[in-house]
């Protein structure tokens, strides 16, 4: 799918970190972008010449109210990317009491059962549209993994069990969602600059940064938003999790 000032494009989690890059290199490429975020996006908006919709991905009325504002100003939207999430850690026992049980739910809430939510309203929205492609496509879901859905570390049970869904959930939704010509694929970052991982200080970012095999660093939010470009852009791009890591296997800990 080429991108073109008559496209539109929703992102969630937009207001920072991989979800603002991506939203500013979708503009920059020419989308209209919605941002979707419990935080404050309207400085992101503002800048691309966007539209920031304040959502909460574990509402439903709230999200459908957010994507009908967005359709409103920019007409349906035909890409969707899921940024939205978050990442808590606790082990499972620790210091004689166990993981709290509303934790880890609210972290499937918000990075699985949001990611589908989000998916699952903009999948029905693409689905009456009419094509944009000569192959019938008619728009694309990407989604956010991590690598700990494969490398999940020590505190990260519900961190790794939400992001494993991601990857688990991108190939059936890709099937479902053949018939109507949208696609749907996973990003799974490695160690990213983003505003959850800055927290942790400059000796620990080092150390997370020597980790990485090549190149030896922290990836860039605008090394994700590349490759969710270049997924948008790839018709063949369908059903898959591309690990985006630098060659990183995470430790235990």
């Avoid at 799918?1 to 969630?12: D, E, F, H, N, R």
């Avoid at 920019?74 to 940024?83: K, M, S, T």
């Avoid at 699985?112 to 496509?137: C, H, K, N, Q």
């Avoid at 991108?170 to 696609?183: C, E, M, N, V």
């Amino acid at each position: 799918m080429k991108l073109s000032t008559s496209l539109a494009a929703v992102v969630t989690g937009g207001a920072s970190g991989l979800g603002a890059a991506t939203a500013r290199r979708l503009a920059a490429e020419g989308a209209k972008v919605a941002v979707l975020d419990m935080g404050d996006g309207a400085a992101v908006a503002q800048e691309i010449g966007g539209t920031f919709v304040k959502v909460d991905v574990t509402d439903e009325a709230s999200l459908e109210e957010g994507f009908a504002k967005a359709r409103e100003a920019h007409g349906q939207e035909r890409i969707l990317v899921n940024c939205a999430g978050i990442a808590p850690v606790a082990k499972t026992v620790s210091r004689g009491a166990r993981h709290a049980f509303d934790t880890f739910a609210k972290v499937i809430d918000v990075n699985l059962v949001g990611t589908f939510r989000a998916s699952a309203i903009a999948a029905l929205g693409m689905s009456s549209a009419e094509p944009v492609t000569d192959d019938g496509e008619r728009g694309i879901i990407v989604m956010t993994a991590s690598v700990a859905a494969f490398d999940g570390q020590i505190g990260q049970a519900a961190y790794a069990a939400s992001k494993g869904g991601v990857a688990g959930l991108t190939l059936p939704l890709a099937r479902d969602l053949s018939q109507y010509g949208i696609r749907v694929a996973t990003i799974a970052p490695g160690i990213f600059e983003t505003p959850m991982l800055m927290g942790l200080g400059e000796k620990v970012i080092a150390s997370l940064g020597e980790q990485v095999p090549f190149p030896k660093r922290l990836g860039r939010p605008e090394e994700y938003a590349e490759l969710a470009i270049a997924i948008i852009q790839s018709p063949m791009l369908n059903g898959e999790v591309i690990r985006l890591d630098g060659a990183i296997r995470m430790a235990p800990r």
